[in-house]
Nanobody
Framework: QVRLVESGGGLVQHGGSLRLSCAAS????????MGWYRQTPGKQRELVAA???????NYADSVKGRFTISRDNTKNMAFLQMNSLKPEDTAVYYC??????????????WGQGTQVTVSS
């Protein structure tokens, strides 16, 4: 069984910073891409940033220059450094991983989400 656990969310003022962490555990053979998504009530979940196992990154236009995604392949972890936060960044942030389990099953897995609230 695979589990993704996010941490690092919280309340921050406009212009502040937060660092989210995502730890993947379980019967994992390899992790391809990892990503961060966010969702607000009534809206679809949207991609914030993604990173491949080789380090190639992709960002939503709304966060380019402010957010940085990284990962530690040795620990099956991904991080999202969020700077210059804006009230519109307020959302539940979810970690996602595309991985292969030791039984050769592949799939996408989600964490439970962590709330990020940016006050104006």
């Amino acid at each position: 069984q695979v589990r993704l656990v996010e941490s690092g969310g919280g309340l921050v003022q406009h212009g502040g910073s937060l660092r989210l962490s995502c730890a993947a555990s379980g019967s994992i053979l390899s992790i391809n891409a990892m990503g961060w998504y966010r969702q607000t009530p009534g809206k679809q979940r949207e991609l914030v940033a993604a990173i491949t196992s080789g380090g190639t990154t992709n960002y939503a236009d709304s966060v380019k220059g402010r957010f940085t995604i990284s990962r530690d392949n040795t620990k099956n972890m991904a991080f999202l450094q969020m700077n210059s936060l804006k009230p519109e960044d307020t959302a539940v942030y979810y970690c996602n991983a595309h991985l292969m389990q030791r039984n050769a099953n592949t799939g996408y897995y989600w964490g439970q989400g962590t709330q990020v609230t940016v006050s104006s």
